[in-house]
C-alpha cells in the first residue's frame, strides 16, 4: 500500500531554533510537494520539487527531495511564530493525476 | 480575484439529504481536484478531471457524483448522506498535470 508518512507530527520549537520535518514515502516518485495549512484556512503551495538532488529554499524554509531514499525533507531557520501551521508533503505520480499526501505536521512556535 | 472559489463554505444538514457542492477557478487551469480532508486532518484525493474529463475516481461511493460543465467549473453532489461524509472538502486546479495545486478555501459539510 502506497505510504506517506511525515514526522514529527507535532513540533513545537523556540523562536530562533532551526528544526528539520521529514516526509518519507514508500514508492518510487520524483515529484514532491510540500504545503502549508493555517488553522481553519486553506492549503497554500511552498515548493514543488521535480528531480533527485532539487532543493529550493524562501525565506526560513528550504525544501530537498532524495528519490533514492524516498526522503523529502522541509527545514526551518531561525523559526519566527508566523511559521505556525500545519505542513503536509505530497507525492505526485506523473501521467496518473494521483496525489497521496502525508499526515502532516502540525508546527507551533512559541515566542 | 479570488483564483479557486467554493460554495458554500458551510454545509449542515441531515442524514439521507442530497447536496451540492460548487467549484470555480478563474487561473485558466486544465485539472481541477475535489479532496476530502477529516476529522484528524487527513487529505485524501477523491477526483480528479482534465479539461472537464474525469480522470481518476478514488475508490469514492457512487453516491459522490462530480460534474465539470466546462474547464473552469467541477462541481460535487453527494446523494443520500451519511455520518462520516461529515469532512471539509476541498476543491483545487493545476495548470497541468503535476504542476502545483492551487486549493479552493474549503467546504466544511457537517452530517447529523
Known amino acids: 500500500e502506497l505510504k506517506v508518512e511525515q514526522n514529527p507530527l507535532f513540533l513545537s520549537m523556540q523562536e530562533g531554533k532551526n528544526y528539520t520535518i521529514y516526509c518519507n514515502y514508500s514508492t518510487t516518485s520524483d515529484r514532491l510537494y510540500w504545503y502549508r495549512q493555517d488553522p481553519g484556512k486553506s492549503l497554500e503551495s511552498l515548493f514543488v520539487l521535480l528531480s533527485n538532488g532539487a532543493v529550493k529554499q524562501e525565506g526560513r524554509l528550504m525544501a530537498s527531495l532524495d528519490t533514492k531514499a524516498r526522503l523529502s525533507t522541509l527545514h526551518i531557520t531561525a523559526a519566527v511564530h508566523d511559521l505556525s501551521a500545519t505542513y503536509f508533503c505530497a507525492v505526485g505520480f506523473p501521467g496518473t493525476y494521483k496525489y497521496i499526501f502525508g499526515t502532516g505536521t502540525r508546527l507551533k512556535v512559541l515566542a | 480575484d479570488t483564483a479557486v472559489s467554493q460554495t458554500p463554505k458551510y454545509l449542515v444538514t441531515q442524514m439521507g439529504n442530497d447536496k451540492s457542492i460548487k467549484c470555480e477557478q478563474n487561473?485558466?487551469?486544465?485539472?481541477m481536484y475535489w479532496y476530502k480532508q477529516d476529522s484528524k486532518k487527513f487529505l485524501k484525493i477523491m477526483f480528479s478531471y482534465n479539461n472537464k474529463e474525469l480522470i481518476i475516481n478514488e475508490t469514492v461511493p457512487n453516491r459522490f457524483s462530480p460534474k465539470s460543465p466546462d474547464k473552469a467549473h467541477l462541481n460535487l453532489h453527494i446523494n443520500s448522506l451519511e455520518l462520516g461524509d461529515s469532512a471539509v472538502y476541498f476543491c483545487?486546479?493545476?495548470?497541468?498535470?503535476?504542476?502545483?495545486?492551487?486549493f479552493g478555501p474549503g467546504t466544511r459539510l457537517t452530517v447529523t
Open positions: 483545487a486546479s493545476s495548470q497541468v498535470e503535476g504542476d502545483e495545486q492551487y
Open positions: 487561473l485558466g487551469h486544465d485539472t
